[in-house]
């Protein structure tokens, strides 16, 4: 779907700034023992980006390791 392909793309850029000022601390509020924890994960993008919303949560998820690989030093 391109219109989720593009909302992806977006989502990344709207990280990549505050991935790349706090690096792994970026990704503390969502980790859990069993990886990312996609609730709390919505709550915060329901405040600050709440169009990332419409994305499913294996995406969410993708599109935080890619922010990690990319953006992580």
Same mark, same amino acid.
């Given at each position: 779907? #391109?219109?989720?392909q593009?909302?992806r793309?977006?989502?990344?850029?709207?990280?990549?700034?505050?991935?790349l000022?706090?690096?792994?601390?970026?990704f503390? #509020?969502w980790? @859990? +023992?069993?990886g990312i924890?996609?609730? +709390?994960?919505?709550?915060?993008? @329901?405040?600050?980006?709440p169009?990332?919303?419409? =994305?499913?949560?294996?995406? =969410?998820?993708q599109v935080?390791?890619?922010?990690?690989?990319?953006?992580?030093?």
């Open positions: 779907m #391109p219109n989720q593009r909302l793309a977006r989502l990344l850029e709207f990280l990549k700034f505050r991935v000022s706090a690096q792994e601390e970026f503390t #509020p980790q @859990s +023992k069993a924890d996609c609730i +709390k994960l919505r709550a915060w993008l @329901s405040d600050v980006w169009e990332a919303l419409a =994305l499913d949560d294996d995406q =969410l998820k935080l390791d890619q922010a990690r690989w990319l953006y992580v030093n």
